[in-house]
Protein backbone atom coordinates (compact mmCIF):
# COMPACT_ATOMS: atom_id res chain seq x y z
CA UNK A 1 0.00 0.00 0.00
CA UNK A 2 2.80 2.46 0.71
CA UNK A 3 4.34 1.75 -2.47
CA UNK A 4 1.11 2.39 -4.21
CA UNK A 5 0.61 5.90 -2.20
CA UNK A 6 4.16 6.50 -3.23
CA UNK A 7 3.20 6.08 -6.34
CA UNK A 8 0.56 7.73 -7.47
CA UNK A 9 1.32 10.86 -5.19
CA UNK A 10 4.56 10.72 -6.01
CA UNK A 11 6.50 11.33 -2.35
CA UNK A 12 9.66 10.42 -3.44
CA UNK A 13 10.04 12.54 -6.01
CA UNK A 14 8.57 15.20 -3.41
CA UNK A 15 11.03 14.27 -0.44
CA UNK A 16 7.80 12.68 1.48
CA UNK A 17 6.45 10.05 3.10
CA UNK A 18 3.12 8.12 3.97
CA UNK A 19 4.03 8.73 7.63
CA UNK A 20 4.34 12.89 7.14
CA UNK A 21 1.48 13.31 4.85
CA UNK A 22 -0.85 11.65 7.01
CA UNK A 23 0.81 13.87 10.17
CA UNK A 24 0.78 16.90 7.82
CA UNK A 25 -3.24 15.84 6.89
CA UNK A 26 -4.13 15.56 10.50
CA UNK A 27 -2.33 19.12 11.23
CA UNK A 28 -4.46 20.57 8.69
CA UNK A 29 -7.65 19.11 9.62
CA UNK A 30 -6.65 20.34 13.39
CA UNK A 31 -6.74 24.09 12.37
CA UNK A 32 -9.88 24.17 10.00
CA UNK A 33 -12.30 21.76 12.25
CA UNK A 34 -13.64 24.74 13.95
CA UNK A 35 -16.03 25.39 10.29
CA UNK A 36 -17.81 22.07 11.24
CA UNK A 37 -19.24 24.49 14.36
CA UNK A 38 -19.23 27.66 13.05
CA UNK A 39 -20.87 27.36 9.07
CA UNK A 40 -23.53 25.67 10.49
CA UNK A 41 -24.10 28.16 13.41
CA UNK A 42 -23.91 31.22 10.37
CA UNK A 43 -25.69 29.65 7.87
CA UNK A 44 -28.68 28.64 10.80
CA UNK A 45 -28.98 32.48 11.34
CA UNK A 46 -30.40 33.14 7.13
CA UNK A 47 -32.58 29.49 8.02
CA UNK A 48 -30.70 26.80 6.96
CA UNK A 49 -31.39 23.95 9.19
CA UNK A 50 -28.24 23.36 11.39
CA UNK A 51 -28.18 19.69 11.00
CA UNK A 52 -28.82 19.94 7.02
CA UNK A 53 -26.17 22.76 7.37
CA UNK A 54 -23.71 20.63 9.49
CA UNK A 55 -24.10 17.47 7.39
CA UNK A 56 -23.80 20.03 3.88
CA UNK A 57 -19.91 21.37 5.75
CA UNK A 58 -18.92 18.03 6.55
CA UNK A 59 -19.54 17.11 2.75
CA UNK A 60 -18.39 19.72 0.72
CA UNK A 61 -15.38 19.70 2.95
CA UNK A 62 -14.40 15.98 2.98
CA UNK A 63 -15.06 15.38 -0.69
CA UNK A 64 -13.74 18.82 -2.14
CA UNK A 65 -10.52 18.50 -0.27
CA UNK A 66 -10.19 14.13 -1.60
CA UNK A 67 -10.80 15.64 -4.76
CA UNK A 68 -8.15 18.24 -4.92
CA UNK A 69 -5.44 15.86 -3.20
CA UNK A 70 -6.13 12.60 -5.39
CA UNK A 71 -6.84 15.32 -9.30
CA UNK A 72 -5.11 18.15 -7.87
CA UNK A 73 -1.91 16.65 -5.85
CA UNK A 74 -1.84 19.59 -4.36
CA UNK A 75 -1.75 19.78 -0.26
CA UNK A 76 -4.29 22.21 -0.37
CA UNK A 77 -7.75 21.44 1.85
CA UNK A 78 -11.24 23.09 0.80
CA UNK A 79 -13.87 23.47 2.91
CA UNK A 80 -16.82 26.52 2.87
CA UNK A 81 -15.08 29.88 3.57
CA UNK A 82 -15.41 32.16 5.95
CA UNK A 83 -16.54 35.04 4.44
CA UNK A 84 -18.35 33.73 1.93
CA UNK A 85 -20.78 32.00 4.37
CA UNK A 86 -21.28 35.81 6.09
CA UNK A 87 -22.26 37.08 2.48
CA UNK A 88 -24.74 34.00 1.96
CA UNK A 89 -25.59 34.40 5.09
CA UNK A 90 -25.86 38.48 5.95
CA UNK A 91 -25.95 40.33 3.02
CA UNK A 92 -27.91 37.77 0.62
CA UNK A 93 -30.38 36.81 3.21
CA UNK A 94 -31.06 38.92 6.27
CA UNK A 95 -29.88 42.06 4.15
CA UNK A 96 -31.46 41.33 0.41
CA UNK A 97 -34.39 39.51 1.42
CA UNK A 98 -33.54 36.16 -0.63
CA UNK A 99 -34.87 32.90 0.61
CA UNK A 100 -31.97 30.83 1.52
CA UNK A 101 -32.98 28.21 -1.13
CA UNK A 102 -32.57 31.04 -3.53
CA UNK A 103 -29.41 32.13 -2.41
CA UNK A 104 -28.07 28.28 -2.88
CA UNK A 105 -29.27 28.01 -5.89
CA UNK A 106 -26.87 31.26 -6.81
CA UNK A 107 -23.99 29.85 -4.86
CA UNK A 108 -24.53 26.44 -7.42
CA UNK A 109 -24.90 29.19 -10.44
CA UNK A 110 -21.68 30.73 -9.35
CA UNK A 111 -19.79 27.33 -9.53
CA UNK A 112 -20.84 26.55 -12.68
CA UNK A 113 -19.52 29.59 -13.68
CA UNK A 114 -16.22 28.65 -11.99
CA UNK A 115 -16.24 25.32 -13.69
CA UNK A 116 -16.41 26.85 -17.07
CA UNK A 117 -14.35 29.71 -16.43
CA UNK A 118 -11.52 26.97 -15.42
CA UNK A 119 -11.99 24.31 -17.88
CA UNK A 120 -8.35 23.14 -19.60
CA UNK A 121 -8.41 25.28 -22.85
CA UNK A 122 -10.41 28.13 -21.47
CA UNK A 123 -8.73 29.05 -18.41
CA UNK A 124 -10.55 32.47 -18.23
CA UNK A 125 -10.70 32.42 -14.31
CA UNK A 126 -6.88 33.04 -14.15
CA UNK A 127 -7.06 36.11 -17.29
CA UNK A 128 -9.69 37.76 -14.76
CA UNK A 129 -7.85 37.15 -11.29
CA UNK A 130 -4.31 38.97 -12.88
CA UNK A 131 -6.68 41.98 -14.56
CA UNK A 132 -8.03 42.59 -10.55
CA UNK A 133 -5.85 45.27 -9.22
CA UNK A 134 -3.69 43.72 -6.37
CA UNK A 135 -5.11 46.53 -4.14
CA UNK A 136 -8.30 45.99 -4.33
CA UNK A 137 -8.11 42.19 -3.89
CA UNK A 138 -6.03 43.00 -0.53
CA UNK A 139 -8.94 45.72 0.11
CA UNK A 140 -11.37 42.95 -0.14
CA UNK A 141 -9.79 40.28 1.74
CA UNK A 142 -9.24 42.73 4.77
CA UNK A 143 -12.41 44.07 4.58
CA UNK A 144 -14.27 40.70 4.93
CA UNK A 145 -11.96 39.89 8.07
CA UNK A 146 -13.02 43.18 9.36
CA UNK A 147 -16.65 42.36 8.92
CA UNK A 148 -16.30 38.56 9.92
CA UNK A 149 -15.16 40.71 13.57
CA UNK A 150 -18.40 42.95 13.12
CA UNK A 151 -20.58 39.90 12.98
CA UNK A 152 -18.72 38.32 15.66
CA UNK A 153 -19.22 40.84 18.25
CA UNK A 154 -22.26 41.51 17.01
CA UNK A 155 -22.89 38.24 17.82
CA UNK A 156 -22.33 37.84 21.28
CA UNK A 157 -23.57 41.29 22.24
CA UNK A 158 -20.67 42.83 22.75
CA UNK A 159 -21.61 45.47 19.73
CA UNK A 160 -25.01 46.52 19.94
CA UNK A 161 -27.33 49.14 17.92
CA UNK A 162 -27.36 52.62 19.15
CA UNK A 163 -29.80 55.79 18.06
CA UNK A 164 -27.22 58.12 19.01
CA UNK A 165 -23.68 56.94 17.74
CA UNK A 166 -24.87 54.19 15.51
CA UNK A 167 -23.03 51.43 17.67
CA UNK A 168 -21.84 50.81 20.98
CA UNK A 169 -20.70 48.81 23.86
CA UNK A 170 -22.91 46.56 24.85
CA UNK A 171 -21.82 46.82 28.85
CA UNK A 172 -19.98 44.57 31.17
CA UNK A 173 -21.42 41.70 31.83
CA UNK A 174 -21.26 37.86 31.82
CA UNK A 175 -21.36 37.36 27.99
CA UNK A 176 -18.85 40.05 27.57
CA UNK A 177 -16.79 38.03 30.50
CA UNK A 178 -17.33 34.71 28.04
CA UNK A 179 -16.26 36.41 24.75
CA UNK A 180 -13.01 37.72 26.31
CA UNK A 181 -11.93 34.74 27.59
CA UNK A 182 -12.79 32.90 24.69
CA UNK A 183 -10.29 35.55 22.76
CA UNK A 184 -7.62 35.09 25.35
CA UNK A 185 -7.70 31.57 25.61
CA UNK A 186 -7.84 31.02 21.06
CA UNK A 187 -4.74 33.68 21.20
CA UNK A 188 -2.78 31.45 24.01
CA UNK A 189 -3.56 28.43 22.19
CA UNK A 190 -2.43 30.27 18.99
CA UNK A 191 0.80 31.43 20.64
CA UNK A 192 1.56 28.14 22.00
CA UNK A 193 0.99 26.54 18.82
CA UNK A 194 -1.21 23.72 20.26
CA UNK A 195 -3.50 22.10 17.43
CA UNK A 196 -6.66 22.55 17.39
CA UNK A 197 -6.39 25.78 18.52
CA UNK A 198 -10.14 27.22 17.57
CA UNK A 199 -11.78 24.31 18.40
CA UNK A 200 -10.32 24.09 22.04
CA UNK A 201 -11.68 27.91 22.67
CA UNK A 202 -14.99 26.87 21.09
CA UNK A 203 -15.56 23.95 23.62
CA UNK A 204 -13.87 25.70 26.64
CA UNK A 205 -16.11 28.65 25.90
CA UNK A 206 -19.25 26.29 26.10
CA UNK A 207 -18.72 24.62 28.85
CA UNK A 208 -18.07 28.13 30.84
CA UNK A 209 -21.43 29.48 29.40
CA UNK A 210 -22.74 26.04 31.14
CA UNK A 211 -21.24 26.69 34.40
CA UNK A 212 -22.49 30.22 33.67
CA UNK A 213 -25.72 29.42 32.76
CA UNK A 214 -26.03 26.71 35.80
CA UNK A 215 -25.30 29.62 38.12
CA UNK A 216 -28.19 32.05 36.55
CA UNK A 217 -25.60 34.75 35.37
CA UNK A 218 -26.45 34.21 31.68
CA UNK A 219 -30.14 33.12 29.93
CA UNK A 220 -30.53 30.04 28.27
CA UNK A 221 -28.16 29.44 25.37
CA UNK A 222 -26.69 26.31 26.36
CA UNK A 223 -28.53 23.03 25.41
CA UNK A 224 -27.16 19.80 26.21
CA UNK A 225 -28.36 17.05 24.15
CA UNK A 226 -29.70 13.58 25.10
CA UNK A 227 -27.91 11.77 22.61
CA UNK A 228 -24.42 12.85 21.28
CA UNK A 229 -24.96 11.21 17.76
CA UNK A 230 -27.37 10.91 15.19
CA UNK A 231 -28.02 10.33 11.33
CA UNK A 232 -27.02 12.34 8.66
CA UNK A 233 -29.77 15.41 8.21
CA UNK A 234 -30.61 15.73 4.26
CA UNK A 235 -32.87 18.67 5.20
CA UNK A 236 -30.64 21.40 3.23
CA UNK A 237 -29.80 18.73 0.38
CA UNK A 238 -31.06 19.58 -3.31
CA UNK A 239 -33.27 22.52 -1.56
CA UNK A 240 -31.91 25.07 -4.33
CA UNK A 241 -34.46 26.83 -6.02
CA UNK A 242 -33.09 27.44 -9.38
CA UNK A 243 -36.08 28.99 -10.89
CA UNK A 244 -36.53 31.58 -8.24
CA UNK A 245 -32.63 32.26 -9.19
CA UNK A 246 -33.36 33.14 -13.01
CA UNK A 247 -33.59 36.75 -12.50
CA UNK A 248 -31.79 39.79 -13.58
CA UNK A 249 -31.63 41.09 -9.94
CA UNK A 250 -29.61 38.18 -8.84
CA UNK A 251 -26.85 38.55 -11.45
CA UNK A 252 -24.86 40.74 -8.81
CA UNK A 253 -24.73 38.40 -6.26
CA UNK A 254 -23.60 35.45 -8.08
CA UNK A 255 -21.18 38.04 -9.78
CA UNK A 256 -20.14 38.67 -5.76
CA UNK A 257 -20.00 35.36 -5.20
CA UNK A 258 -17.56 35.00 -8.36
CA UNK A 259 -15.17 37.18 -7.44
CA UNK A 260 -15.07 37.28 -3.88
CA UNK A 261 -14.53 33.26 -3.91
CA UNK A 262 -11.90 34.35 -7.04
CA UNK A 263 -9.84 36.22 -4.63
CA UNK A 264 -10.12 33.91 -1.92
CA UNK A 265 -8.80 30.23 -3.55
CA UNK A 266 -6.26 32.18 -5.93
CA UNK A 267 -4.53 34.03 -2.83
CA UNK A 268 -4.86 30.84 -1.00
CA UNK A 269 -3.15 28.96 -4.39
CA UNK A 270 -0.21 31.16 -4.30
CA UNK A 271 -0.02 31.47 -0.56
CA UNK A 272 0.22 27.92 0.11
CA UNK A 273 1.98 26.71 -3.06
CA UNK A 274 5.13 28.84 -2.32
CA UNK A 275 5.48 27.97 1.26
CA UNK A 276 5.27 24.20 -0.08
CA UNK A 277 7.50 25.00 -2.92
CA UNK A 278 5.31 23.69 -5.54
CA UNK A 279 5.89 26.36 -7.67
CA UNK A 280 6.81 25.93 -11.30
CA UNK A 281 10.34 28.30 -12.58
CA UNK A 282 7.83 31.10 -12.99
CA UNK A 283 6.52 31.54 -9.29
CA UNK A 284 3.28 30.00 -10.54
CA UNK A 285 1.60 27.49 -8.34
CA UNK A 286 1.87 23.71 -9.84
CA UNK A 287 -1.22 22.65 -11.42
CA UNK A 288 -3.13 25.89 -10.91
CA UNK A 289 -5.29 24.87 -13.92
CA UNK A 290 -6.91 21.73 -12.24
CA UNK A 291 -6.60 22.98 -8.74
CA UNK A 292 -8.84 25.71 -9.74
CA UNK A 293 -11.26 23.61 -11.27
CA UNK A 294 -11.73 21.18 -8.19
CA UNK A 295 -12.65 24.76 -6.81
CA UNK A 296 -15.43 25.65 -8.87
CA UNK A 297 -16.62 22.09 -7.82
CA UNK A 298 -16.21 22.64 -4.70
CA UNK A 299 -18.68 25.81 -4.81
CA UNK A 300 -21.11 24.01 -6.92
CA UNK A 301 -20.74 20.85 -4.60
CA UNK A 302 -21.85 23.54 -1.89
CA UNK A 303 -25.45 24.50 -3.30
CA UNK A 304 -26.16 21.17 -4.33
CA UNK A 305 -26.13 20.08 -0.76
CA UNK A 306 -27.22 23.34 1.38
CA UNK A 307 -23.75 25.17 2.22
CA UNK A 308 -22.15 28.45 0.97
CA UNK A 309 -19.10 28.21 -1.37
CA UNK A 310 -16.70 25.82 -0.58
CA UNK A 311 -13.03 27.39 -1.18
CA UNK A 312 -9.38 26.60 -0.58
CA UNK A 313 -8.13 27.27 2.93
CA UNK A 314 -4.79 29.05 4.05
CA UNK A 315 -5.01 26.79 7.32
CA UNK A 316 -3.87 23.85 4.79
CA UNK A 317 -0.16 26.40 5.07
CA UNK A 318 0.12 24.62 8.66
CA UNK A 319 0.41 20.92 7.14
CA UNK A 320 2.55 22.06 4.47
CA UNK A 321 4.83 23.17 8.07
CA UNK A 322 4.30 20.10 9.00
CA UNK A 323 5.61 18.72 5.74
CA UNK A 324 2.91 17.77 3.69
CA UNK A 325 3.44 18.17 -0.20
CA UNK A 326 1.43 15.97 -1.66
CA UNK A 327 -2.20 15.48 -2.27
CA UNK A 328 -2.21 12.63 0.00
CA UNK A 329 -2.76 15.15 2.90
CA UNK A 330 -5.01 16.92 1.62
CA UNK A 331 -6.68 13.46 1.30
CA UNK A 332 -6.08 12.43 4.56
CA UNK A 333 -7.92 16.28 5.67
CA UNK A 334 -10.65 15.11 4.01
CA UNK A 335 -11.71 11.87 5.29
CA UNK A 336 -11.01 13.21 8.77
CA UNK A 337 -14.18 15.39 8.28
CA UNK A 338 -16.63 12.35 7.76
CA UNK A 339 -16.99 10.90 10.70
CA UNK A 340 -18.21 14.20 12.49
CA UNK A 341 -21.56 14.25 10.05
CA UNK A 342 -23.15 11.95 12.78
CA UNK A 343 -23.04 14.95 15.47
CA UNK A 344 -25.21 17.37 14.52
CA UNK A 345 -26.78 17.01 18.07
CA UNK A 346 -24.00 18.97 19.70
CA UNK A 347 -24.34 21.95 17.61
CA UNK A 348 -27.12 23.01 20.35
CA UNK A 349 -24.34 23.06 23.11
CA UNK A 350 -22.28 25.86 21.11
CA UNK A 351 -23.89 29.08 22.44
CA UNK A 352 -22.72 32.49 19.96
CA UNK A 353 -20.87 33.64 22.22
CA UNK A 354 -18.06 30.85 21.91
CA UNK A 355 -18.12 31.37 18.47
CA UNK A 356 -17.73 34.60 18.39
CA UNK A 357 -14.06 35.26 19.30
CA UNK A 358 -13.31 32.46 16.67
CA UNK A 359 -14.89 34.79 14.06
CA UNK A 360 -12.51 37.81 15.53
CA UNK A 361 -9.63 35.76 15.50
CA UNK A 362 -10.05 34.60 11.67
CA UNK A 363 -10.85 38.28 10.95
CA UNK A 364 -7.17 39.03 11.72
CA UNK A 365 -5.74 35.99 9.77
CA UNK A 366 -7.15 38.00 6.91
CA UNK A 367 -6.12 41.38 7.78
CA UNK A 368 -2.92 40.09 7.51
CA UNK A 369 -2.98 40.48 3.84
CA UNK A 370 -2.09 44.08 4.52
CA UNK A 371 1.48 43.80 5.33
CA UNK A 372 1.54 43.55 1.44
CA UNK A 373 0.29 46.83 0.90
CA UNK A 374 3.14 49.78 -0.05
CA UNK A 375 0.79 52.79 2.32
CA UNK A 376 2.97 55.22 0.29
CA UNK A 377 1.54 54.50 -3.08
CA UNK A 378 -1.77 55.98 -2.75
CA UNK A 379 -3.30 54.53 -6.17
CA UNK A 380 -2.85 51.59 -4.42
CA UNK A 381 -3.95 52.21 -1.06
CA UNK A 382 -7.51 54.16 -1.69
CA UNK A 383 -8.85 51.86 -3.91
CA UNK A 384 -7.64 49.48 -0.79
CA UNK A 385 -8.99 51.50 1.85
CA UNK A 386 -12.33 52.08 0.35
CA UNK A 387 -13.13 48.80 -0.25
CA UNK A 388 -11.92 47.53 3.08
CA UNK A 389 -14.12 50.11 5.03
CA UNK A 390 -16.72 49.32 2.83
CA UNK A 391 -17.49 45.86 3.44
CA UNK A 392 -18.46 46.56 7.71
CA UNK A 393 -19.29 49.86 7.20
CA UNK A 394 -22.75 49.38 4.59
CA UNK A 395 -22.41 45.54 5.81
CA UNK A 396 -22.25 44.00 2.46
CA UNK A 397 -18.97 42.66 1.01
CA UNK A 398 -20.78 43.21 -2.69
CA UNK A 399 -20.65 47.14 -2.04
CA UNK A 400 -16.85 46.80 -1.03
CA UNK A 401 -15.86 44.98 -4.05
CA UNK A 402 -17.91 47.52 -6.32
CA UNK A 403 -16.49 50.75 -4.74
CA UNK A 404 -13.15 49.48 -4.44
CA UNK A 405 -13.47 48.19 -8.35
CA UNK A 406 -14.68 52.08 -8.68
CA UNK A 407 -11.96 53.93 -6.99
CA UNK A 408 -9.33 52.39 -8.92
CA UNK A 409 -10.68 52.47 -12.26
CA UNK A 410 -11.40 56.74 -12.07
CA UNK A 411 -8.01 57.07 -9.88
CA UNK A 412 -6.40 55.58 -13.09
CA UNK A 413 -7.99 57.61 -15.41
CA UNK A 414 -7.61 61.01 -13.51
CA UNK A 415 -3.99 60.00 -13.07
CA UNK A 416 -3.85 59.81 -16.66
CA UNK A 417 -3.11 56.26 -16.72
CA UNK A 418 -5.63 54.63 -19.67
CA UNK A 419 -3.38 52.72 -21.08
CA UNK A 420 -2.84 50.35 -17.61
CA UNK A 421 -6.87 49.47 -17.56
CA UNK A 422 -6.85 46.27 -19.27
CA UNK A 423 -10.34 45.75 -21.22
CA UNK A 424 -11.48 42.79 -18.64
CA UNK A 425 -10.91 45.40 -16.14
CA UNK A 426 -13.12 48.48 -17.91
CA UNK A 427 -16.05 45.36 -18.51
CA UNK A 428 -15.51 44.45 -14.96
CA UNK A 429 -15.68 48.20 -14.14
CA UNK A 430 -19.21 48.12 -16.47
CA UNK A 431 -20.41 45.71 -14.25
CA UNK A 432 -20.15 46.80 -11.20
CA UNK A 433 -21.98 49.95 -12.32
CA UNK A 434 -24.51 47.84 -13.52
CA UNK A 435 -24.48 46.25 -9.79
CA UNK A 436 -24.98 49.56 -7.99
CA UNK A 437 -27.61 50.27 -10.38
CA UNK A 438 -29.77 46.49 -9.81
Request: proline fraction near 5%.
Amino acid sequence: MKQRLDAYFELSHLGSSVRVEVLAGLTTFLTMAYIIVVNPLILGDAGVPLDGALFATVMVAALSSIAMGLYANLPIALAPGMGLNAYFAYTLVLGQGLAWETALAAVFVSGLVFIVLSLPGVNLREKIVRAVPPGVRIGVAAGIGLFLALIGMVNAGVIVASPATVVAFGGFNPSFVLFFLGLVLAALFLIKRIPGALVLSILAVSLLALVFQTLGWVADTVFVPETMFAAPSLNAFLRLDLVAVMSVGLIAPIFALLFTDMFDSISTFVGVSKVAGLVDAEGHPKNAGKALLIDGISTAMSGLFGSSPGTAYIESAAGVEQGGRSGLTAVVAGLLFLPFMFLAPLLGFIPAVATAPVLVLVGLFMMSVLKDVDWSDYEVVVPAFVAMIAIPFTYSITEGIVFGFLAHVVIRVLVGKWSQISATLWVIFALSIAMLLL
